[in-house]
């Protein structure tokens, strides 16, 4: 990818799933994308998916010293159609798709044609 935008991303632990000899799920994002431009969106009030998710990932890749991570952290967003309850906050996609600037941002990154990340 050229960039990538993470909405309301969810980081699995395998260990708190039992799994202790695999490797860390955040190990796993940061060194898979810590050399791609990213533009985290979440929201505050998401239900669904606590903001603590993003935030964690977002930490871990700036202290990994990632190319590039910008993060937008909304004070609140819509629920989710049909679930007005637990996917309250959840439907910051609709804030983030209006963003200005997003989709020149994304259109700005390109690819090496040989980098296979």
């Known amino acids: 990818f050229a960039a990538i935008v993470p909405i309301c991303g969810y980081l699995c632990d395998h260990k708190k ?4 000899n695999a490797p860390s799920s955040l190990e796993e994002v940061v060194a898979g994308c810590k050399n791609i431009p ?3 969106y979440h929201s ?3 239900r669904l998916v606590p903001i603590e998710h993003s935030d964690t990932v977002v930490e871990a890749l700036r202290n990994s010293g990632a ?3 910008n993060y937008t952290r909304y004070e609140s967003a819509p629920a989710l159609p049909n679930f007005p309850d637990k996917g309250f906050g959840h439907a910051c996609y609709e804030l983030t798709f209006k963003e200005d600037g997003l ?3 994304l259109l700005s990154n390109t690819k090496n044609k040989n980098d296979n990340t």
């Open 17 to 20: 799933l039992g799994n202790s």
């Open 67 to 69: 190319a590039e991570v």
């Open 38 to 40: 990213i533009w985290c």
């Open 103 to 105: 989709y020149s941002w």
């Open 44 to 46: 505050k009030t998401d």
